[in-house]
């Protein structure tokens, strides 16, 4: 700072201006010391400043370094779970391959499955048809020996029949001669004993055992028409390929029915196919009325596809199969093959002139089963057994153990049920086995004399009440109520032998009244 010189500096004359040099100058190094201290405190705050700033720097040094380790941190981390994510969708994609990869080997190894599978069906199918042309030939081989026996005993018995004619020309003449001594008055009459001849029945109902003859009949002709489609096949080998094929494709899909809301919808459609299939094939043709048991008097075309016919046939047989098979184990069985049989037999494609031809299949149940309708005999005889429907192990064999024929009766009763208890109030087809059929057959049992009732009436009567007795109660109401109180009830009490079936039935009430409440 620049000082200004006093013009009282160098003032000797006057004392006072000499002391207003000296204040004066007081005054300029007070002002220097205070310009001084100020110019040393601006400098301490100036370094006090410069630390500040310097520390602050160097915090900011601090707190960027640390942010750029943290940012590199960071970035690593962002990478390492780029890279994984990578990993895992590279992994994914290996894993999607291979399953890829996995199924088209496995497809390819079903399709070879498939492929094995069709050529080991083709084989059997041709070992099958092998096996039925054999059979058939061998069939011929025997209707020959038979027409050659039937010849022969034919012979026999035109023999017999000249040498009882010679032996009534004979017995006339000494009868004539006879007459001619009679008219001798020494001579006298000699009375004549006659023979009457002895029938004998079999039934004390003769209406019953007439309509069970008559199925039997219906069963007789559909192995006549067996016989006769296997002999139109040979004459066409397409209607035997087709025949057979039919045959296989029905067997296949009833043994595929069971039980479960809607379970039997694909093999009921391919059922049906089939004999749509069968129905277009117009020849040869067959007179349905003889497969009636209660043909229409007058008809304006009495004849119809064959080939239907025998397929319905087929399927009969193979509803009665599984009855025996599967229902006779396990009777609840019974009941989806039942729907299925009682809805084939009342579609009208499979009617003829309106009539279902449910006669079919319960002519089959009128060979395996006859006590449905009563038909009774002693167990202990050949002709009894044959009678009760107790089958052979093969034909002219040993009779079946009482095991499988309990079970055979059990799944047949049980069958017959499912069949008969069908309800079609609200369906727009005709019932073609209606529940009273049920009712009859019941009565049939429960009225075979007490000393005529077997085994075999009691397992079939269980296994037609058991799981069916709600459906019963159902159509019938109260004369229901009775009729399961005389089955169940009076008629075990009544018979003489208590067999272990009788003995079951006796038991059934009970169950009834536990289970469903049902106190007879």
Avoid at 233 to 253: F, H, P, S, V
Avoid at 260 to 267: I, L
Avoid at 456 to 477: C, D, P, Q, S
Avoid at 493 to 519: G, H, I, M, N, W
């Amino acid at each position: 700072m620049e000082v200004m010189d006093s013009p009282y500096k160098h003032a000797t004359d006057s004392p006072s201006k000499q002391i207003l040099y000296e204040l004066e100058q007081l005054r300029i190094t007070a002002q220097e010391e205070f310009y001084a201290q100020l110019d040393r405190e601006n400098h301490e705050r100036e370094v006090v400043h410069r630390a500040i700033l310097a520390a602050a720097a160097a915090e900011h040094d601090r707190v960027r370094q640390n942010a750029e380790v943290e940012r590199e941190k960071l970035e690593l981390q962002i990478e390492a779970e780029r890279k994984r994510r990578e990993d895992e969708a590279r992994k994914e994609l290996d894993r999607k391959r291979q399953e890829k990869s996995q199924r088209e080997i496995e497809e390819r190894k079903r399709e070879a499955e498939r492929a094995r599978t069709a050529e080991l069906e083709e084989q059997r199918a041709d070992q099958a048809r092998k096996a039925e042309a054999d059979a058939a030939e061998k069939k011929g081989r025997d209707k020959e020996r038979q027409d050659a026996e039937a010849a022969r005993r034919l012979a026999e018995k035109q023999e017999v029949e000249a040498k009882a004619k010679e032996a009534t020309i004979a017995a006339q003449k000494a009868h004539q001669t006879q007459q001619a001594e009679a008219q001798k008055p020494s001579a006298k009459p000699t009375p004549v004993k006659a023979s009457p001849l002895a029938v004998q029945t079999t039934s004390r109902n003769p209406g019953r055992e007439s309509e069970h003859q008559r199925y039997r009949e219906i069963h007789h002709r559909l192995k006549d028409l067996r016989k006769f489609m296997a002999a139109s096949a040979k004459q066409n080998t397409t209607l035997k390929k087709r025949m057979g094929d039919m045959r296989r494709e029905i067997k296949k899909c009833v043994g595929q029915l069971t039980e479960g809301k809607g379970a039997n919808r694909t093999p009921l459609q391919q059922i049906i196919n089939v004999l749509k299939e069968s129905a277009t094939i117009t020849e040869p043709k067959i007179d349905f009325r003889q497969f009636l048991a209660s043909p229409p008097e007058s008809v304006e075309e009495s004849r119809g596809p064959a080939l239907l016919l025998y397929q319905l046939n087929i399927f009969g047989k193979a509803v009665i199969s599984q009855f025996v098979d599967e229902a006779g184990v396990s009777p609840k069985a019974a009941d989806p093959v039942g729907i299925i049989a009682s809805h084939i037999f009342a579609l009208n494609d499979f009617r003829w002139n309106g009539i279902s031809m449910i006669d079919v299949l319960i002519a089959k149940f009128h060979v395996v089963c006859p006590v449905l309708w009563g038909i009774y005999g002693d167990e202990n005889s050949t002709e009894g057994r044959a009678r009760l429907g107790w089958w052979r192990e093969e034909h002219g064999g040993p009779w079946v153990s009482d095991q499988r024929h309990s079970e055979r009766m059990t799944g047949l009763g049980a069958g017959f049920a499912g069949i008969s208890l069908r309800n079609y109030e609200k369906a727009r087809l005709e019932n073609p086995y209606p529940h009273y059929k049920y009712w009859q057959s019941l009565a049939c049992i429960v009225n075979v004399p007490p000393r005529e009732a077997t085994q075999t009436h009691f397992i079939v009567l269980k296994a037609m009440i058991e799981n069916y007795e709600t459906r019963f109660l159902e159509f019938f109401g109260d004369a229901a109520l009775a009729a399961l109180r005389k089955a169940l009830v009076d008629f075990p009490r009544e018979v003489v032998d208590k067999s272990v079936a009788a003995k079951a039935v006796a038991v059934l009430p009970d169950v009834l009244k536990r289970d469903k409440k049902l106190t007879l």
